[in-house]
């Protein structure tokens, strides 16, 4: 797809920016969240526990994009900042066709503009696995996995990922399938 054609496909299926912290609030009924870690840990401090979140997150991702199923990642950055290293390296060894697709502007006093790029592969465990070990060690964040064909979304960040269904009911089904590794929160959270 070229840039102009996956802005139209974003802004068609969804009505906010690709911004992670939106979508809770904006698809309430179609959302839930993983912990990376028992007990809400945030962090791992071992190779057991990067292990864990490994598992966990390629799991549901397989869950939520299907094995060998075509989808978009998203990277967002706040312009004019640089690229922060761990992308850049990221970028230029795994995804260097990464395309900006769209750019979005903060309705606040600080009007921080935003930038979202992309890139189509096609879904395999442990494709990203270097890119989710980032994520999980706070090194860079505003990471989407959009899948192609269903309203579904996975927003990792450090400390678990927002999962956004197709439907309420998939949504239902799949808190009842990682009901282990969910928040037990009374929001969710």
């Not at 945030?42 to 199923?69: C, P, S």
């Not at 606040?108 to 442990?126: I, N």
């Not at 696995?129 to 309203?151: F, G, Q, R």
Request: hydrophobic residues 40%.
């Amino acid at each position: 797809m070229l840039p102009q054609e996956f802005r139209q496909f974003w802004l068609k299926r969804y009505t906010i920016p690709p911004i992670s912290s939106r979508f809770r609030e904006t698809y309430p009924d179609r959302w839930w969240r993983l912990h990376s870690l028992p007990q809400a840990k945030r962090y791992a401090t071992n190779r057991r526990e990067m292990h864990e979140i490994l598992a966990r997150h390629n799991q549901v991702l397989n869950k939520v994009l299907g094995d060998n199923t075509p989808f978009a990642l998203i990277v967002a950055q706040f312009l004019p900042d640089a690229v922060p290293e761990p992308i850049q390296k990221w970028r230029d060894n795994t995804y260097p066709w990464l395309q900006p697709f769209l750019t979005f502007t903060e309705n606040d006093e600080d009007a921080q503009q935003w930038q979202f790029s992309f890139q189509e592969l096609r879904w395999q465990l442990h494709l990203t696995d270097e890119l989710l070990t980032s994520v999980a060690n706070d090194e860079i964040a505003n990471i989407l996995y959009v899948h192609l064909d269903l309203p579904r979304l996975f927003l990792p960040y450090d400390g678990g990922a927002d999962i956004i269904c197709s439907s309420p009911f998939e949504c239902q089904t799949m808190k009842m399938q990682f009901d282990a590794w969910r928040s037990h929160h009374p929001l969710g959270l």
